[in-house]
């Protein structure tokens, strides 16, 4: 059974850089068989793909938050990252990590983390 | 990037057929998939290409779509269907982009 469990400060101060880990349990990160994304979903409102990391390193972000997004592994611990640069009250969401297969037809997000709120305030 | 737009909210009696619906350009091209939020919980998949469903998921649920228009339907709603319903399928702009729709509020009534 595929498990992702994020982690990281529930608290950032505006300007400063979000930082969360995802850790994976009964699949590799490294497979290759899978896409490794993140999901944010501001308190009351939807969902938004904020971007993935595939093996070998390879990512893609969302065009919106390209600029201030880097997602990283490390295959030695089968954890993926998320770093969130010049935050603001706007980046305040609950963050999911998720496994997300593609192909040329489709995608889809299974499973997915519990998620982590993280606010940013001063 | 492309759009997939959802209506807000949508209501049931107990017992009734339900369907949710989910439109975008990239819905030509791309299967979407669809996931169950109830409150407070990570979204859950429940529909992924054309009409497939993991493991778990009640058979009442279905998928389909036609042209730019995808579809999730409740045959015989469950009190526990009451939830937020997420579509998502791949970005059009051939940039392998993720995009998911506004989501819709079920109701059963």
């Known amino acids: 059974q595929v498990q992702l469990q994020e982690s990281g400060p529930g608290l950032v101060k505006p300007s400063e850089t979000l930082s969360l880990t995802c850790t994976v349990s009964?699949?590799?990160?490294?497979?290759?068989?899978?896409?490794w994304s993140w999901v944010r979903q501001p308190p009351g409102k939807g969902l938004e793909w904020i971007g993935y990391?595939?093996?070998?390193?390879?990512?893609n972000y969302n065009p919106s938050l390209k600029s201030r997004v880097t997602i990283s592994v490390d295959t030695s611990k089968n954890q993926f990252s998320l770093k969130l640069s010049s935050v603001t009250a706007a980046d305040t969401a609950v963050y999911y990590c998720a496994r997300d297969y593609a192909d040329t037809q489709m995608n889809w997000f299974d499973p997915w983390g519990q998620g982590t709120l993280v606010t940013v305030s001063s | 990037s492309s759009e997939l737009t959802q209506d807000p909210a949508v209501s049931v009696a107990l017992g009734q057929t339900v369907r949710i619906t989910c439109q975008g350009d990239?819905?030509?091209?791309?299967?979407a998939s669809w996931y169950q939020q109830k409150p407070g919980q990570a979204p859950v998949l429940v529909i992924y290409f054309k009409n497939n469903r993991p493991s778990g998921i009640p058979d009442r649920f279905s998928g389909s779509s036609s042209g730019n228009t995808a579809s999730l339907t409740i045959t015989g709603a469950q009190a526990e269907d009451e939830a937020d319903y997420y579509c998502?399928?791949?970005?059009?702009?051939?940039?392998?982009?993720?995009?998911f729709g506004g989501g819709t509020k079920l109701t059963v009534l």
């Open positions: 009964g699949d590799s990160v490294n497979s290759g068989s899978f896409y």
């Open positions: 990239n819905l030509r091209s791309y299967y």
């Open positions: 990391i595939y093996y070998g390193g390879n990512t």
């Open positions: 998502s399928s791949r970005d059009n702009s051939g940039n392998h982009l993720r995009v």
